[in-house]
């Protein structure tokens, strides 16, 4: 399945991206390995340009490991919640009927993109699922149907709708701004209620732009008509759905088979969010996670099942765990150092109110490559920009969402969240690199556009 076929008109420009393409491939470690790295980097950097010692920098990192646990635990609740909710019963059947809708290859591949666009709006762990979980059934139906479709340009346009996850419901970057007492708070002075960043009018046309413009790129990147495509193969069908076991034979696995207590913990959530929002109560990440956690209870046949389903997703989630107090210490070291002040003060000896959005947004697609995660990511980086911002008197939401840009823009690009996509497709990177690469191109210039414009 990895050997590429020569199939779109769009070759020559994606030709362009392949020296780039096979750097990545070639010399991009894990994203462990880039943790450890950065650590290294960092430290160094803070012996170098502040006056701290090596004792003053292993204690800063050693105090910092455990400064993002709360944050820790809500970043690998959002990625798990999403997996299930993309696994449940009734979510797994309204992808197997959009995945009747599309009736052209073209088609196919801009419908799986906006759909999975969509989806990662609403949570990036659920877009990542869906994106690819519909792509593999579109495929399936497609070759039943006789209707051919590159399958690896349907996995990769199923992966490209994660590059405005940062600008949704669960955007890590803006919700952690909007939380009480979380180090954004800290460092900004004040919450950002996300009335002020994603549900702003200008973040919310930059989406609907995003959608439109890598759609219209898909059309033109898709095969014409009668070149080879490597379709999936006749031996994959549909991922099946599975429920888990529910044998039921004692009192207890009665219990466990039933529908009623899941319900009512469902219909409590949904009560306590109702009341929530009702008494003025806004949208954070622990709101976001427990909005996920009411439609799962409420999607799910039984207590088997939602155990069941968070097994499956657990597997997903171990790298975030391990990553996160790395990510922690290195905030550590630049907090204790100093390293911050330093950092903001170079971006601000070099930026204008006007370019700042614009430099902002490319340091932060640059750290991507360091640091995979969103929330990682916005820990590090989020309130180096957030001091710049505030030293060249720049609102702090185009801060906030400069750094979330950058971060899921550059993800296209980045193979960390494209492995869970990969192995649920039986593909490697290489075979949907190229067409991420087109993506990244498309999304850049939107997203740059729109930050030079709120900076005017």
Not at 343 to 355: D, E, G, Q, Y
Not at 413 to 433: E, N, S, T, Y
């Amino acid at each position: 399945m990895s050997q590429q076929t020569p199939t779109s008109n769009a070759q020559a420009s994606r030709g362009l991206m392949r020296p780039f393409n096979r750097f990545l491939e070639r010399w991009i470690p894990s994203a462990l390995v880039f943790a450890i790295v950065l650590t290294i980097i960092v430290a160094g950097l803070a012996l170098v340009l502040t006056d701290s010692g090596p004792v003053s920098v292993i204690q800063g990192w050693g105090d910092g490991l455990s400064g993002l646990l709360a944050f820790m635990t809500q970043m690998a609740l959002i990625l798990l919640l999403g997996h299930m909710l993309a696994n449940t019963g009734p979510v797994r059947k309204l992808l197997v009927r959009l995945a009747r809708i599309p009736n052209s290859p073209v088609v196919s591949y801009m419908f799986v993109f906006v759909i999975a666009a969509l989806a990662s709006l609403i949570t990036w762990g659920l877009g990542l699922v869906v994106g690819v979980l519909l792509a593999r059934e579109i495929a399936v139906q497609a070759r039943d149907r006789g209707m051919k479709v590159h399958f690896p340009l349907l996995v990769a346009a199923g992966y490209s709708g994660y590059v405005i996850w940062h600008m949704g419901y669960s955007g890590s970057g803006p919700l952690t701004a909007a939380t009480e007492d979380s180090f954004m708070h800290e460092a900004v002075g004040r919450v950002i209620p996300v009335t002020e960043t994603i549900f702003t009018g200008w973040n919310l046309a930059a989406a609907a732009a995003v959608i439109v413009v890598v759609a219209l790129m898909f059309l033109f990147i898709a095969p014409k008509k009668g070149a080879p495509v490597l379709e999936l193969p006749h031996d994959v069908g549909s991922e099946p759905y599975d429920p888990g076991a529910e044998d039921v034979e004692t009192p207890a696995d009665r219990v466990d088979s039933s529908r009623i207590l899941t319900t009512v913990v469902g219909l409590a959530l949904a009560a306590y969010l109702v009341i929530h929002f009702s008494s003025g109560g806004t949208l954070t990440l622990d709101i976001v996670n427990w909005s996920f956690l009411t439609l799962i209870f409420l999607l799910v046949r039984n207590p088997f099942e939602i155990i069941h389903l968070t097994a499956k997703a657990a597997s997903n989630v171990g790298e975030i765990l391990l990553q996160f107090p790395l990510y922690a210490g290195i905030l550590g070291i630049m907090s204790a150092t100093g390293l911050i002040q330093v950092f903001s003060n170079a971006i601000v000896s070099i930026a204008t109110p006007t370019t700042f959005g614009i430099l902002a947004f490319l340091s932060a697609g640059l750290v991507n490559f360091f640091v995979p995660s969103g929330g990682g990511q916005f820990a590090v980086q989020g309130p180096i920009m957030a001091d710049a911002a505030a030293q060249l008197g720049v609102d702090p939401s185009v801060a906030i969402m400069a750094v979330a840009y950058g971060d899921q823009w550059t993800n296209m690009i980045q193979p960390f969240w494209a492995l869970p996509v990969l192995a649920i497709a039986g593909l490697k990177m290489r075979d949907i690199l190229g067409y991420t690469s087109m993506t990244l191109l498309a999304s850049g210039v939107v997203l740059m556009a729109t930050l030079f414009l709120v900076s005017l």
